[in-house]
């Protein structure tokens, strides 16, 4: 089992920053890949960026490549997205997750077995 514990969610203005975190405990030494998600009210969970075990390979969304920034902290059992020049439509809840297949690097939905609980992120005009 793990656990994920994802913060730094919050309300800022369009063009402001937030660094979102997420711990994990439990069984990390067997995770692999780490990413991001979120999910907008109506809408999909869409993947917004992935971070191989190594933290060597890293894949991000059209919308915010440029802009986030996906880094982990294997001592620490930590992920974090770093999101500059924020915009309202970036407003969702966040969720982190692990795969905890430790030598596959996937970006898909489904290949993550366990989720945060998720932070809302809000980003207004």
């Known amino acids: 089992q793990v656990q994920l514990v994802e913060s730094g969610g919050g309300l800022v203005q369009a063009g402001d920053s937030l660094k979102l975190s997420c711990a994990a405990s439990?069984?990390?030494?067997?995770?692999?890949?780490m990413g991001w998600f979120r999910q907008a009210p109506g809408k999909e969970r869409d993947t917004v960026a992935a971070?191989?075990?190594?933290?060597?390979?890293?894949y991000y969304a059209d919308s915010v490549k440029g802009r986030f920034t996906i880094s982990r902290d294997n001592t620490k059992n930590t992920v974090f997205l770093q999101m500059n020049s924020l915009k309202p439509e970036d407003t969702a809840v966040y969720y982190c997750?692990?795969?905890?297949?430790?030598?596959?690097?996937?970006?898909?939905?489904?290949?993550?077995?366990?989720w945060g609980q998720g932070t809302q992120v809000t980003v207004s005009s």
């Open positions: 997750a692990a795969d905890l297949d430790s030598g596959r690097y996937s970006f898909a939905i489904a290949s993550f077995n366990y």
């Open positions: 439990g069984r990390t030494f067997s995770i692999g890949t």
């Open positions: 971070v191989s075990r190594s933290g060597s390979r890293s």
